[in-house]
């Protein structure tokens, strides 16, 4: 596990920009916190990193969006969808198979998105700041991160 204090949005925006340069085609990256603690501001950063040009705006009503950088990105949010099986509904592996899938909420059904992913938990902080950690399954434990964070 690892854990950077991020005091501000762009802190939060740039580190996700950085993280950005380890994802692989087919990689998922699920993003816990609660609401307003910057998930969104996250898949932003993500977006960035890969070199999406578009704005990424919350996809909370869509609870998907797609973009194309170096590679597909499919953001989703999946915090008001009911069930387990309704989430599988969207095909959201299959989608994102030759990109990268980031998922807000995703940590509420981890276990659905295969072995290989990183965990990004996002905890509020004093004032503006949070503190972000990063828990890797399964390859994402083999990434070095010491490169992209340093
Ligand atoms: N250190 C920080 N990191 C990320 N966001 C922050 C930070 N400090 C303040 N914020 C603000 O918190 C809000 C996070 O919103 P958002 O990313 O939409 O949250 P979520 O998607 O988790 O509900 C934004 O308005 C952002 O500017
Ligand atoms: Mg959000």
Do not use: N
């Amino acid at each position: 596990m690892i854990e950077i204090g991020c005091p501000t949005p762009d802190d939060t925006r740039s580190l996700a920009r950085r993280l950005a340069s380890l994802i692989r085609p087919g990689d998922v990256l699920l993003l816990k916190g609660h609401l307003g603690a910057g998930k969104t501001v996250f898949a932003g950063g993500i977006a960035e990193g890969l070199g999406v040009q578009e704005q990424v705006t919350s996809p909370t009503f869509v609870l998907a969006r797609s973009y194309e950088g170096f590679m597909p990105l499919i953001h989703a949010d999946v915090y008001r969808i009911g069930s387990s099986a309704e989430i599988e509904d969207l095909d959201l592996l299959d989608e994102a198979a030759q990109g990268a899938l980031v998922v807000e909420w995703g940590d509420v059904v981890e276990q659905q998105f295969g072995e290989d992913r990183l965990l990004v938990e996002i905890i509020p902080g004093d004032d503006d700041a949070r503190h972000i950690r990063l828990i890797p399954h399964g390859s994402w434990a083999d990434r070095p991160f010491g490169e992209v964070l340093a």
